[in-house]
């Protein structure tokens, strides 16, 4: 169970003053923590690669109160965007073999309420829209993205921009946004968005730029270029912002400090945030001062925003070791993920913008793996029905457990 402080500032009543529901599974954090997904709904089995089409993912998630399974492992090849439905769980994890890339265009998840999404690769490239983002929200409440790899936007990567509240991105990546704006993204809403030990790698600019009420804790930011890193949102709108125990290190394409712009209107507190500058192949820099040198001309707090707080807060250091061991669709990482983790830990001599992901291999190959047998095709294998004392051959995936779960979930949240 969670239990949730009263939030202030630019909140007000936009929020939920107190709350102790049920976390959208456990480990997850911050404003989106308690996203119900398709809780209550029907369970889909995605069982091709296609793009479009009865047992395809496009169709799975086209409709809302589903909680979204794969019996199949690859690459999903899709031309056109796909539109994300409200009350979605997405499970990656179930996918056998080496997981799920979805590759080719973005995802609109504006208007997604309640949806969980964990352990799934969205890989746009080149062939993806003009001007569109590899994921936006426009609007919506209550999402989280969790061990999410997003990469090769063609405007920005992953960009949150409106009436958006309640949103968490946490253990994930976002990366490579295609030149020539080559973006990671916009993070701007004043209804509460948490980004928690996420990495944003060889983005040229915005990793990310932030308005709004913001939690950025526990991040990595890598091979940023000369637009900047952590961008502070020079509106004329208020923000309220925590930027601690994060890493920023300098890569080839680096050729600014981290913190760009601001003006009095954006209020952060920061505590912790390591920057290694030199691009020398070693871990060897130093805590940021809290001065206006090393974060621009901004308003600074003495304790930070109460927001909804991470189980363990890490310092910068340890961050660092942990977003490389963990982020991203890590259960299996793909190609594209190892590279930019092995740039990470290059500590500045690896790295670059890109303009086409052919220029990194472009999204691999995937092993396909075989699904497990389940007879009654209520996405949870026989095996892991029989061990919990459930019947194989009665479709009982919705039934609400004794912990507040769907027996659906119980088993999703096993395999992580």
Known sequence: MRHCSRVSGLLALGLASSCAALDAFPGAEGFGAQAVGGRGGS??????LNDTGDGSFRDAVSESNRIVV???????????????????????????????TVYGNGLSYSNADNTIT????????????????????????NMIFDHVSVSWGRDETFSINGDVSNVTIQDSIIAQGLQTH?????????GGLSILRTLYADNKTRNPKVKGVNDFTNNVVYNWGGGGAYIEGDSSEVSEVNIVGNAFISGPSTTVSPFTRGNQNFNAYVADNYYDPDQDGTLNGWV?????????????????????AVTTLMNSTDALAYVMANAGASLVRDSVDT????????????????????????????????????????????EYETANGLDPEVDDAMVIASNGYGYIENYINSLV
């Open 339 to 382: 590279n930019l983790v092995a740039e990470v830990a290059s500590y500045g001599t690896l790295g670059a913008l890109i303009s086409d992901e052919d220029e990194v291999g472009g999204p691999g190959t995937l092993a396909g793996g075989e699904a497990p047998t389940d007879t009654d095709g209520d996405g949870m294998p026989d």
């Open 182 to 190: 080559s973006c990671g993204g916009l993070m701007q809403t004043t």
């Open 43 to 48: 369970v889909y089995v995605v069982t091709n």
């Open 288 to 308: 940021l001062s809290v001065d206006t040198d090393s974060y621009t001309d901004i308003v600074f707090k003495d304790a930070a925003f109460d927001y909804p």
């Open 70 to 100: 794969f019996a199949v492992g690859g690459v999903i090849e899709i031309d056109d965007r796909i539109v994300v439905s409200s009350d979605i769980t997405i499970a990656g994890q179930t996918a056998p073999g080496d997981g799920i």
């Open 118 to 141: 964990r352990y799934i690769r969205y890989r746009m490239g080149r062939g993806g829209d003009s001007g569109k983002d590899g994921i936006t929200i426009a609007d919506g409440a």
